[in-house]
């Protein structure tokens, strides 16, 4: 308790004014972290419970407020998949302040995903994909921990990895996979954000434990290895807009806040700028 209050004592003392707020920046939440021998989190997070704001957030107060900050903080969330659409939502939950990222994906980068992928650069090409994630979440958020496991998801391994995660994040490309991946999740009990791309098409839906899901759009037997990205390829832009709305389900159902899309596909088509929302039985 008395190194709690000391290190509350030493942000209320570099505490800055923003407006009606009191704010911390990020070099005082190093120098701090270093003080108190503690990491970058615990003093984003003591800052918050003296309602003093990381300025790092300082946009995101606006949308989350205290507690809706605080509680991406303290959470957990898994994401499946570190390529086109997995490196981008690393890269905003990152940058939204989600305390811990477990990152799954056995794959390594290849000269096909640069036009796409967020963590693949020349200089990252044959690298690990979960290993680039980690050192982009640290370039961007120190206060973000990361469990990065290169390794592939099967039905075996997933219950224990996603042992303790809030959220379960859908990043991947092959349907039976992303079928196991709700199962589990619904086994777990853990919300499952899906998202998937093809050309210039994208969906997004949120499944809950005991949703049909994805069992309402493909049916559960004899479900094709890939979809429509086999024949349309991935441009840029289409995982990044798929990306982004996964990133907006996962701050709604961490912070409480907001209609989420359970029962509902959310279908874009960037090339007919047509956008449509269907109920999933």
């Not at 949308?63 to 994401?79: C, F, H, K, N, P």
């Not at 469990?147 to 042992?163: I, K, Q, V, Y």
Request: charged share 20%; glycine share 12%; with cysteine.
């Amino acid at each position: 308790m008395e190194h709690a209050v000391s290190l509350s004592d030493r942000i209320s003392q570099r505490a800055r004014p923003a407006g009606a707020l009191q704010t911390l920046s990020v070099a005082d939440v190093r120098q701090l972290a270093q003080e108190a021998g503690v990491g970058p989190h615990a003093v984003e997070l003591a800052a918050l419970e003296a309602h003093v704001l990381p300025a790092r957030y300082l946009r995101n107060f606006g949308t989350l407020g205290w507690e809706g900050q605080a509680r991406l903080l303290r959470a957990s969330v898994a994401i499946i998949g570190a390529g086109g659409l997995g490196g981008w939502i690393i890269e905003g939950l990152a940058r939204m302040g989600v305390g811990h990222l477990v990152i799954v994906d056995g794959d390594a980068f290849e000269d096909n995903n640069l036009n796409r992928q967020t963590l693949c650069w020349e200089a990252t090409l044959g690298q690990a994909k979960v290993e680039a994630a980690r050192e982009r979440v640290a370039q961007v958020n120190a206060g973000v921990q990361v469990t990065a496991l290169c390794l592939w998801a099967t039905a075996d391994n997933l219950p224990e990895l996603l042992r303790g995660v809030e959220v379960v994040v859908d990043a991947l490309d092959e349907l039976p996979t992303r079928l196991m991946l709700q199962k589990v999740c619904g086994g777990l009990g853990v919300p499952m954000v899906h998202g998937a791309i093809g050309g210039y098409i994208g969906q997004v839906t949120t499944i809950l434990p005991g949703d049909a899901g994805l069992c309402a759009l493909y049916g559960e037997e004899c479900v094709p290895e890939r979809g429509a990205e086999v024949e349309w390829g991935n441009p840029a832009a289409t995982p990044m807009m798929v990306a982004a709305w996964e990133i907006q389900e996962v701050v709604k159902l961490l912070a409480g806040k907001g209609e989420i899309l359970r029962g509902r596909l959310l279908f874009m088509d960037a090339e007919s700028g047509c956008v449509e929302m269907f109920q999933l039985s």
